[in-house]
């Protein structure tokens, strides 16, 4: 068999500029960069003026707050899936209608259910509601905005709310150095993304009132994709909480590095989501444009994957000083398992978009599944580098399922599904 996955590349690649998701794949992929770049100089300048302590601290609660969304972070790809399919007027309207009110709903049982966490556990504290709503909030706006195909507003909130965070830590750390504290980081991170919500999402004004029968279609729809999301988070954040309690807080902090680099490697999956799914969800998509945006994204991804696992060392060492070196070991491990990751986004964006829930909560769960007994069996005995490999083996048997069924797919028409 011949070797053809090059050329294919280099032949997607010359034709970016005629195509209109790679177009899109583009134009989300820089803002989402400049985006995460903000975030990742909150948390390099988070991670040098705390102690590893304190950026473990850090780390665990945004750790946390991400596995808490259980309802919110669902609830944005039903509404990515529902807006983008309503092709009237005035059914947009009464999708964005019944879309707030069941946020409204979900994101309240989401803050009820963290405080009762915050109450029990003397780990957390209030500021860990803060960065709850804060990213239950940031959840709907990326879902309303994707349907809505408003890239450029997207981008707009996304760098809004960065923005604040680092210009409001930078601020602190030059006005008032002796306020500066993990919960204070942690508010900081929450806030920002309220501030500039509502002029991004209606300038036209709110919608109006939400019918019962839409209202419950949504929260239904998003109910049933609590196991794809509850697990693709649990994939990201599962390895950092659970060395948090069996590692101690030094390592998460070192760990806490590792997965700071990778997450601003894994901006590509957030501009997989972004493009992939809302043009999946919607009629009359073309075939092959998502098999053709696939080879640019993987080979791409590849090569920088492959550039921070040779530099892991000069890069830790110089964006967040020496005393993290310790980090090195994970990251590269770490690095196999993003781009691996990152295969898997792609392939499941595709399948959700077109309503194939079940597929999704079932490569999604079991994944999640080996990931649990994977970190159950290396973390208590090997620390973070164990963390690292569980992540690493996990993402690798996704990437092959979330394969096998992007293959079972690939020749069929595009079309919108209802959730199976």
Same mark, same amino acid.
């Given at each position: 068999?011949? =070797?053809?996955?090059?050329?294919?590349?280099?032949?997607?690649?010359?034709?970016?500029?005629?195509?209109?998701?790679?177009?899109?794949?583009?134009?989300?992929?820089?803002?989402?960069?400049?985006?995460?770049?903000?975030?990742?100089?909150?948390?390099?300048?988070?991670?040098?003026?705390?102690?590893?302590?304190?950026?473990?601290?850090?780390?665990?609660?945004?750790?946390?707050?991400?596995?808490?969304?259980?309802?919110?972070?669902?609830?944005?790809?039903?509404?990515?899936?529902?807006?983008?399919?309503?092709?009237?007027?005035?059914?947009?309207?009464?999708?964005?209608?019944?879309?707030?009110?069941?946020?409204?709903?979900?994101?309240?049982?989401?803050?009820?259910?963290?405080?009762?966490?915050?109450?029990?556990?003397?780990?957390?504290?209030?500021?860990?509601?803060?960065?709850?709503?804060?990213?239950?909030?940031?959840?709907?706006?990326?879902?309303?905005?994707?349907?809505?195909?408003?890239?450029?507003?997207?981008?707009?909130?996304?760098?809004?709310?960065?923005?604040?965070?680092?210009?409001?830590?930078?601020?602190?750390?030059?006005?008032?150095?002796?306020?500066?504290?993990?919960?204070?980081?942690?508010?900081? +991170?929450?806030?920002?993304?309220?501030?500039?919500?509502?002029?991004?999402?209606?300038?036209?004004?709110?919608?109006?009132?939400?019918?019962?029968?839409?209202?419950?279609?949504?929260?239904?729809?998003?109910?049933?994709?609590?196991?794809?999301?509850?697990?693709?988070?649990?994939?990201?954040?599962?390895?950092?909480?659970?060395?948090?309690?069996?590692?101690?807080?030094?390592?998460?902090?070192?760990?806490?590095?590792?997965?700071?680099?990778?997450?601003?490697?894994?901006?590509?999956?957030?501009?997989? =989501?972004?493009?992939?799914?809302?043009?999946?969800?919607?009629?009359?998509?073309?075939?092959?444009?998502?098999?053709?945006?696939?080879?640019?994204?993987?080979?791409?991804?590849?090569?920088?994957?492959?550039?921070?696992?040779?530099?892991?060392?000069?890069?830790?060492?110089?964006?967040?000083?020496?005393?993290?070196?310790?980090?090195?070991?994970?990251?590269?491990?770490?690095?196999?398992?993003?781009?691996?990751?990152l295969a898997l986004t792609l392939f499941m964006a595709h399948g959700l978009g077109r309503g194939r829930d079940r597929a999704g909560r079932a490569v999604y769960g079991a994944v999640c599944a080996l990931l649990a007994v994977l970190?159950?069996?290396?973390?208590?005995? +090997?620390?973070?580098?164990?963390?690292?490999?569980?992540?690493?083996?996990?993402?690798?048997?996704?990437?092959?399922?979330?394969?096998?069924?992007?293959?079972?797919?690939?020749?069929?028409?595009?079309?919108?599904?209802?959730?199976?």
């Amino acid at each position: 068999m011949r =070797f053809v996955w090059p050329r294919a590349l280099l032949r997607s690649t010359a034709g970016a500029l005629d195509n209109e998701v790679l177009r899109r794949l583009g134009l989300v992929f820089v803002a989402n960069t400049l985006a995460r770049g903000l975030a990742f100089g909150f948390f390099v300048l988070a991670a040098r003026w705390l102690d590893p302590q304190a950026y473990g601290a850090v780390r665990s609660a945004l750790s946390w707050a991400a596995l808490l969304c259980v309802f919110t972070a669902p609830f944005s790809l039903v509404w990515t899936r529902t807006i983008a399919a309503a092709e009237e007027p005035g059914e947009l309207r009464r999708q964005t209608s019944a879309g707030l009110a069941a946020f409204a709903i979900l994101l309240g049982a989401t803050l009820a259910a963290g405080a009762i966490w915050v109450a029990a556990d003397r780990q957390l504290g209030p500021s860990s509601l803060a960065v709850l709503a804060g990213l239950g909030v940031l959840y709907a706006a990326e879902g309303y905005l994707k349907g809505r195909m408003a890239f450029g507003r997207l981008a707009a909130y996304l760098l809004a709310g960065n923005l604040l965070q680092l210009a409001a830590l930078a601020a602190l750390r030059w006005l008032r150095p002796d306020l500066l504290s993990a919960d204070v980081a942690l508010w900081l +991170y929450g806030l920002a993304y309220l501030l500039p919500l509502l002029p991004l999402l209606w300038p036209a004004g709110l919608p109006p009132a939400p019918g019962p029968a839409d209202v419950g279609r949504v929260l239904r729809d998003s109910l049933g994709l609590v196991v794809v999301n509850s697990a693709n988070t649990l994939i990201v954040n599962l390895d950092l909480l659970l060395l948090g309690y069996l590692g101690g807080a030094a390592q998460v902090g070192y760990y806490g590095v590792a997965k700071t680099v990778l997450g601003l490697f894994l901006v590509l999956s957030q501009t997989i =989501f972004t493009v992939i799914m809302p043009i999946s969800a919607r009629r009359g998509g073309r075939p092959g444009v998502a098999r053709q945006a696939a080879l640019v994204i993987l080979g791409g991804s590849l090569l920088i994957a492959l550039g921070v696992i040779a530099l892991a060392g000069p890069l830790v060492g110089l964006v967040f000083t020496e005393r993290y070196l310790p980090a090195v070991p994970a990251l590269r491990v770490l690095m196999i398992g993003g781009w691996c990751y990152l295969a898997l986004t792609l392939f499941m964006a595709h399948g959700l978009g077109r309503g194939r829930d079940r597929a999704g909560r079932a490569v999604y769960g079991a994944v999640c599944a080996l990931l649990a007994v994977l970190l159950a069996a290396l973390t208590p005995t +090997y620390g973070m580098i164990g963390s690292a490999w569980a992540f690493t083996a996990a993402c690798a048997v996704g990437c092959l399922l979330g394969g096998l069924d992007w293959y079972r797919e690939r020749g069929r028409r595009a079309q919108p599904a209802p959730a199976d």
